[in-house]
């Protein structure tokens, strides 16, 4: 037994719990206080901000187009034609998803050297910068800036994207660790319902005010600014890339209650020693990079799993029902000036399936969530599809069926794929890959929302009432793939998770682990000094009775 381990059994005596020493104490009140607390502190400056700063951009279309062709007429002379503002207008939109790829390339090196909590804090400087800038366009009279500003907050959002998940994952007990981190997907959709409340005309969406409204994502930024930093950083941050023990435990002891649970300690003890090992015999890096990953045999299936499931979450289309959404209900016969209060019923509809999730995912299960929301997402587009078919052959009542069908694809997303997929690469990945594998997430993410926000149009164009098919393909192969290569992973250890990918390649190595996570003798010759083809013993003090 190591001497990390050991000192497992100091911290076992001082807990306050005598009777059940390896015992979960983040059921303690005051546990779940602190972390409920971090979680609205980190998520009010993340994922919110995604979800706030994609909606908000929505209400203004016609006032900044507008704003555009005036500028330039003042500057030039002469206005713009019509595909001219519009080629600017998409220049902007499309501005927030590649500065949302940067930000998810620069969201593992700064979690590495920051941080998980510092990064959140600092990746606020991104979206003031922003906000001031936008508030200064109509007096510089340059539309340029709001080009600029929407980069920059798109930075914002992709660092939040990556980091906040992570620090969740990292931070709750391993029974609330899918709740917790699915929170994320709660907060995105709260964004996106408060960002359509803040942007009626009646609020910041009329033509005098709209500066304001884009710049309003500066108010959460700052309560993150004032409220995060009273909260501790990520145990496993502190402990396994800092290596600093007596941190790791103060942060553990104010996240669960004022005690330290045995075995959650053993874990990542166990871990931090493994990793050591590890990078003493020169075969890992303290932190894998992208690159690395992808040369990593022993992790190919981890990352196919987390490429599939990112670029499917962007690439199903749930964005394009956002956009589709007002011609479908214009067409279903609501006055123009009121759908901008039927719009509001889609974010609160992927808000509500969030909250649901949220209560179902430690009962039912990451994968079948998962699988389960793109299977019911494949049987809203047939019958969606179907309906617009029969909507243009003037059909009675189809109208309100596609209606129905928008709310209901909503709901299914925001069921499964809105959350699990931001959780897989915090439960599959060990502590050196985990923020390379959000880089690859979070690019694949982004990417494929650019590719969606530009091709859209013309898939609309070119396929009219079956525009919806590709998406069907999309969830189709996503819930195909995603069903023979993901494993279950609610409530299970790092190792135990390990194992379960392990078995799928027995074609290329030898398994090192039974369907427990127990380790067994055998390992692949040139391996045996890999962080992760060592073994894995969730409880190595327990696991005899003793």
């Known amino acids: ?252 002891r104010r996240l669960r209650g004022g005690e330290v649970p045995t075995l959650e300690m053993e874990e990542m003890l166990e871990e931090q020693q493994q990793m050591s090992a590890a990078i003493k015999c020169g075969s890992v890096a303290s932190a894998k990079t992208p690159w690395s990953l992808f040369k990593d045999r022993d992790l190919q299936y981890q990352l196919r799993t987390v490429m599939i499931a990112s670029s499917g979450m962007m690439l199903c289309g749930n964005d394009s029902i956002y956009f589709y959404a007002s011609y479908i209900f214009q067409e279903a016969g609501i006055p123009p000036e009121k759908i901008q209060y039927v719009t509001i019923g889609t974010g609160a509809s992927e808000l509500t399936a969030s909250i649901l999730s949220t209560l179902l995912i430690e009962r039912v299960g990451r994968r079948y969530l998962l699988i389960g929301g793109y299977s019911l997402m494949i049987c809203w587009t047939i019958v969606f599809t179907v309906t617009l078919i029969l909507q243009s052959h003037g059909v009675a009542g189809m109208p309100y069926l596609s209606m129905a069908c928008v709310f209901a694809y909503i709901l299914s997303f925001g069921l499964g794929p809105a959350g699990v997929t931001g959780i897989l690469p915090a439960e599959i990945f060990d502590q050196a890959a985990r923020p390379a594998a959000y880089m690859i997430a979070g690019s694949l993410m982004w990417f494929s929302l650019f590719l969606v926000g530009m091709l859209f149009p013309f898939i609309v164009n070119g396929l009219g009432n079956y525009c919806f098919l590709p998406f069907l393909v999309v969830c189709l192969v996503s819930a195909v793939v995603l069903g023979l290569i993901l494993p279950e992973t609610k409530g299970k250890t790092l190792a135990q998770i390990t194992a379960e990918f392990d078995r799928k390649n027995r074609g290329r190595g030898i398994e090192r682990f039974d369907g427990q996570g127990n380790e067994l003798e055998q390992y692949q010759l040139g391996q045996e000094c890999s962080f992760t083809t060592m073994p894995h013993d969730p409880d190595p003090i327990h696991k005899n009775g003793n």
């Open 1 to 252: 037994m190591s001497y990390e381990l050991e000192d497992t059994r100091d911290i076992q005596m001082n807990s306050t719990d005598k009777n059940e020493p390896g015992g979960d104490s983040s059921k303690a009140p005051g546990s779940a206080r602190t972390l409920a607390l971090t979680v609205c502190s980190a998520a009010i400056g993340g994922t919110f901000q995604y979800g706030y700063n994609i909606s908000i951009i929505n209400a203004p279309t016609s006032y900044i187009q507008s704003f555009i062709n005036h500028t330039y007429m003042e500057r030039w002379g002469s206005g713009l034609e019509s595909s001219q503002v519009t080629l600017l207008w998409t220049l902007i939109v499309s501005a927030f998803s590649l500065g949302g790829l940067l930000g998810a390339l620069l969201a593992g090196p700064m979690a590495v050297r920051f941080g998980r909590k510092k990064s959140l804090l600092l990746n606020n400087s991104f979206l003031l910068i922003g906000a001031v800038l936008v508030l200064t366009c109509k007096l510089a009279k340059a539309f340029e800036v709001i080009i600029v500003s929407r980069f920059l907050v798109g930075i914002n959002s992709g660092v939040s994207m990556n980091v906040q998940p992570m620090y969740f994952g990292e931070s709750a007990p391993k029974r609330l660790r899918g709740a917790v981190a699915f929170s994320s997907a709660v907060f995105t959709a709260f964004g996106i319902f408060f960002g359509q409340v803040v942007g009626l005309t009646e609020l910041l969406g009329s033509e005098p005010l709209w500066p304001y409204l884009l710049a309003s994502n500066a108010l959460p930024g700052l309560i993150q600014l004032m409220a995060l930093p009273w909260f501790p950083e990520s145990p496993r941050y502190l402990l396994i890339d800092q290596g600093d023990r007596e941190a790791c435990i103060q942060a553990l």
